[in-house]
């Protein structure tokens, strides 16, 4: 009887802290003790271990000894030490890691074959393991401590693997793991069921966003310059107009102009969807900007996280470096609406909840649609205003877009249904592909990618106020226009500062040196939801 201790990781949020799980097998009162703040599904770790360790069927013993099955040590007294014991601690995925100490404890394993090894792994009854969500996280917050092995179970094995420089094993009961570390053969055992059921075979879910085009729309140049800008510098989106004008149409169409994924944004969004227990065991490692398309009665713990016990993403972070679509966006709750604030501005979303706190990345494109009323027929400059809702009516559905709100979009763009001369145009008989605009898109952020190279944001859309205007400062005319719009009361402070951001994505669409009066008009255009001159549309094609 002895001390032994294994690892493992607690997750808060997207973080994750590595922890040592040591047990101490003594003489004393007979019973087991977790200690190190666990939870109540933790807590029940004890009466799963022991159930899992009995029925494991483990065979010890040599041919000079007589064989028996591996116990636990029932009539000793365990303590499990959870360290660091002030850090809170929450889930199921700790038993493997306490079961496997308990047997090093004992001797059953040798204490050295559990050093620089991670364990993940719910235990069934039965001892069989049982997969959770938060593997990569894990895994990747473990490599950063020097974890060179990690044991999963079996169906999270090869999202485990994303993780380069670690050696994974995929197992599927707690006697398959405690072999592996005596080196004795590995026993069969049932495979490990999945953590959730496979997709509807009729549901194609994002898939479906591979087939929308650009070409498939006919004129609406103005609203497609925007949604290129927005796309190249990560900048927030509002779309207004009637309704059946297209807003929706173009709105699922920006995923379609968005480069591939890094690596590293790949692995960002991969471990955010696994908290979120959104990963199939069959998921490769998501390299395509999601989109995410909320219905309007969503909650505020499904938009921006929470939830009881594990606080888990919500849908702005899981649409992470992608695009969150926010249709009929002045039928969302209050709370909802202005709850976006903080993550529309600083690009994240922090959850406190008593003494838990978890902060989860939100940088994606944010887009906002909405009709002009109710009744989605106020349009009077178009010269056909059908609408039927009263005055009060429609001055209470567009209060839902507050001056905060309003003031974090950063580009605003009015869509009006496609007419005869809109045919006619010649732009909108060849309209661009997807593939065409994403090349241009691309080739923009790689110009922001080596501007910002070594900072800790990669697109215009992120760039921090005070250092653009200090390290990357528009043209003296463009800064004496800027000042103008700015003291003259048509522009906030903050407002100044997006116009500041999508000066330069215009100019790295452009090619051009630095932002001039003509990057910054058509930025000022884009922010204040005022028309692009036919010669700017043409110039951008």
Same mark, same amino acid.
């Given at each position: ?6 690892s ?6 997207a973080?994750?802290?590595?922890i040592?799980v040591?047990?101490?097998v ?5 019973g087991?003790?977790?200690?190190g703040?666990?939870d109540?599904?933790?807590n029940?770790?004890r009466?799963?271990?022991?159930? !899992?360790?009995?029925n494991?069927?483990l065979r010890?013993?040599? #041919?000079?000894e ?8 029932s ?10 014991a002030?850090?809170p ?9 306490i079961?496997v ?12 074959a559990l ?7 719910e235990?069934?009854?039965s001892?069989?393991l049982r ?14 401590r ?13 999202? !485990?693997?994303m993780?380069p420089?670690?050696?994974?094993f995929?197992?599927?009961s707690?006697a ?6 005596r ?9 490990v ?9 009729a549901?194609?879910?994002q898939?479906?966003m ?7 729309l ?6 497609r310059f925007g949604?290129?800008?927005a !796309? ?8 207004s107009?009637? #309704?059946?004008?297209?807003k ?6 920006i995923?379609g102009?968005?480069?591939d ?8 969004l ?5 908290l ?11 390299s395509?900007?999601?989109?995410f398309?909320?219905h ?10 929470g ?15 992608g695009?969150?679509f926010?249709?009929?966006f ?12 903080q993550?529309?501005?600083?690009g994240?979303v922090?959850i406190?909840?008593?003494e838990?706190s978890a ?24 010269? +056909? ?16 877009f507050t001056?905060p ?7 605003? +763009? ?12 010649p ?7 997807s593939?065409?605009? +994403? ?5 923009? +952020?790689?110009r922001?990618?080596e501007?910002?190279?070594g900072?800790?944001w ?6 921090p106020g005070?250092?653009l205007?200090?390290?990357w400062?528009?043209s ?8 103008q719009?700015l ?41 204040l939801?005022q028309?692009l ?7 951008a094609?």
């Amino acid at each position: 009887m002895g001390v032994a201790t294994a690892s493992t990781v607690a997750l808060q949020g997207a973080v994750g802290h590595l922890i040592d799980v040591q047990v101490d097998v003594s003489r004393g009162m007979v019973g087991t003790t977790i200690v190190g703040r666990p939870d109540v599904a933790l807590n029940e770790a004890r009466d799963r271990c022991r159930m !899992a360790v009995n029925n494991s069927g483990l065979r010890l013993g040599s #041919r000079d000894e007589e064989e028996r099955t591996a116990e636990w040590p029932s009539t000793r007294r365990v303590t499990i030490l959870l360290s660091p014991a002030d850090l809170p601690k929450s889930g199921t995925h700790f038993d493997l890691a306490i079961a496997v100490a308990t047997m090093g404890a004992i001797g059953v394993v040798p204490v050295g074959a559990l050093a620089g090894t991670l364990f993940i792994g719910e235990l069934t009854l039965s001892g069989g393991l049982r997969s959770g969500p938060g593997v990569l996280p894990m895994v990747l917050a473990a490599s950063t401590r020097g974890i060179r092995r990690v044991f999963v179970p079996e169906p999270q094995s090869r999202e !485990a693997a994303m993780v380069p420089g670690i050696a994974v094993f995929g197992v599927r009961s707690l006697a398959q793991v405690l072999c592996e570390l005596r080196g004795e053969e590995v026993p069969e055992a049932p495979p490990v069921a999945p953590m959730s059921g496979s997709r509807l075979l009729a549901w194609r879910g994002q898939e479906r966003m591979a087939e929308q085009d650009l070409a498939d729309l006919l004129g609406m140049q103005d609203a497609r310059f925007g949604l290129e800008v927005a !796309a190249a510098g990560g900048h927030h989106l509002m779309l207004s107009g009637p #309704r059946g004008a297209g807003k929706t149409t173009l709105a699922e169409r920006i995923p379609g102009i968005l480069p591939d994924l890094t690596l590293d944004e790949s692995l960002e969004l991969t471990a955010i969807h696994s908290l979120a227990g959104a990963l199939e065991p069959t998921d490769s490692m998501l390299s395509r900007p999601p989109f995410f398309a909320p219905h309007h009665d969503a909650s505020k713990a499904s938009l921006l996280g929470g939830g009881t016990g594990r606080v888990r993403p919500g849908e702005i972070s899981r649409a992470h470096n992608g695009v969150l679509f926010l249709d009929e966006f002045p039928l969302f709750q209050s709370d909802v609406i202005e709850a976006l604030r903080q993550p529309l501005e600083s690009g994240e979303v922090t959850i406190a909840r008593g003494e838990e706190s978890a902060t989860f990345p939100a940088r994606g494109i944010v887009v906002l649609a909405a009709n002009p009323c109710p009744c989605g027929d106020f349009d009077v400059d178009a010269g +056909r205003d059908r609408c039927i809702c009263t005055p009060a009516r429609r001055n209470a559905y567009r209060a839902k877009f507050t001056g905060p709100i309003a003031d974090r979009i950063d580009i605003l +763009r009015h869509v009006r249904p496609v007419t005869g001369d809109d045919a006619r145009d010649p732009l909108a008989r060849a309209p661009e592909t997807s593939a065409t605009v +994403r090349q241009r898109v691309a080739l923009a +952020r790689e110009r922001q990618r080596e501007r910002y190279a070594g900072r800790s944001w990669r697109l215009n859309g992120q760039a921090p106020g005070p250092i653009l205007r200090h390290e990357w400062p528009l043209s003296e005319t463009a800064e004496r226009l800027l000042d103008q719009q700015l003291f003259g009361g048509g522009l906030t402070r903050r407002g100044a500062t997006r116009v500041h951001r999508m000066a330069w994505t215009i100019t790295d669409l452009w090619g051009t040196e630095r932002p001039g009066v003509e990057e910054l008009d058509v930025a000022l255009r884009l922010r204040l939801g005022q028309p692009l001159q036919d010669a700017i549309l043409r110039q951008a094609v």
